[in-house]
């Protein structure tokens, strides 16, 4: 999905966001349809909610593509791994989250990690006072991204409680759309025939893949599935290299690894607690 989104070059963040939603749809009906939950999928308790988290993700997805068209791909991919160290701040301060000194030392690690990433691009002020360009703009765009994406994960937090997966998914890419037709007077640009098929190869391949990774978690503990999320840092350097000729950097292989090692630490020591919390519950006699 990021390559052909790059591939299609730099356009309007909305007329990018209308391409990925809308045509995320087609596989994800597909999917419902199968699945035999397509009638189902649309029955909510909280539409505000969805709308909430669909404005709130827009924005991010917005934002994560203005970084994306800006910076070489490792660069944008190991930045926007920022999401769960936010996400971990967010969970704590919003929803009370008890947070322990080993999470605290790895968000902070992370976000370390993500400074050696960004700093050399990150040249806010120039020597004749202009503005450090487009790798400026799209570290600020890109981690701006994984803050927002942040509160979007919160958001879903409340939603899952009383609404399904499907309806989640299915809510947000129609949400995401709508939200993204707004953005039209804004100036939306011509798109040549590479362009087109990019961004609708995009929308396909990011519908798919919101359906590969909740079947992943559907199947398997969030301890085991997610650490193989980060290695799409390793995919973004190989595709970076052979598709756009981009080689990273010192900066971006070290903060990469930091970024990354901090992330699976975060998953793992939550998975060590779900499993103490698992035993303490059994230990506990029942009273009656």
């Not at 593509?65 to 791994?81: C, E, H, Q, V």
């Not at 309806?167 to 993204?180: G, K, P, Q, R």
């Not at 087109?196 to 929308?203: D, F, H, K, N, R």
Request: with cysteine; charged share 10%; aromatic share 10%.
């Amino acid at each position: 999905m990021a390559t052909a989104i790059k591939y299609a070059g730099q356009l309007p963040a909305g007329q990018i966001v209308f391409f990925r939603s809308f045509f995320a749809i087609l596989p994800i009906v597909l999917y419902l349809v199968i699945a035999g939950q397509l009638a189902g999928a649309w029955k909510t308790k909280h539409p505000v909610g969805h709308i909430m988290r669909g404005l709130v993700g827009v924005t991010a997805m917005a934002l994560g593509f203005i970084g994306l068209t800006r910076l070489p791909l490792p660069d944008s991919t190991a930045i926007g791994y920022a999401r769960p160290l936010v996400t971990v701040i967010l969970g704590a301060v919003l929803l009370g989250e008890v947070v322990r000194r080993y999470r605290w030392g790895a968000v902070i690690a992370g976000l370390v990690g993500v400074l050696v990433i960004s700093w050399p691009k990150l040249q806010l002020f120039r020597g004749d006072g202009g503005f450090g360009g487009d790798e400026a703009i799209g570290v600020l765009a890109t981690f701006a991204s994984a803050c927002i994406a942040g509160l979007a994960t919160v958001l879903v937090r409340r939603l899952v409680d009383t609404e399904r997966t499907a309806t989640i998914v299915l809510y947000f890419s129609v949400t995401a759309t709508v939200f993204s037709l707004v953005t039209i007077p804004f100036g939306w640009e011509a798109l040549s025939t590479t362009q087109t098929i990019s961004l609708v190869l995009s929308g396909f391949f990011g519908g798919l893949g919101q359906i590969l990774l909740t079947e992943s978690y559907r199947h398997g503990e969030v301890s085991t599935i997610a650490p193989f999320e980060y290695t799409s840092v390793i995919l973004s350097i190989v595709i970076g290299y052979f598709v756009f000729t981009e080689v990273p950097g010192w900066a971006t292989i070290i903060g990469s690894a930091i970024v990354t090692g901090s992330g699976i630490f975060i998953i793992y020591r939550e998975h060590r607690l779900g499993l103490e919390r698992g035993k303490a519950r059994r230990a506990v006699t029942p009273q009656g």
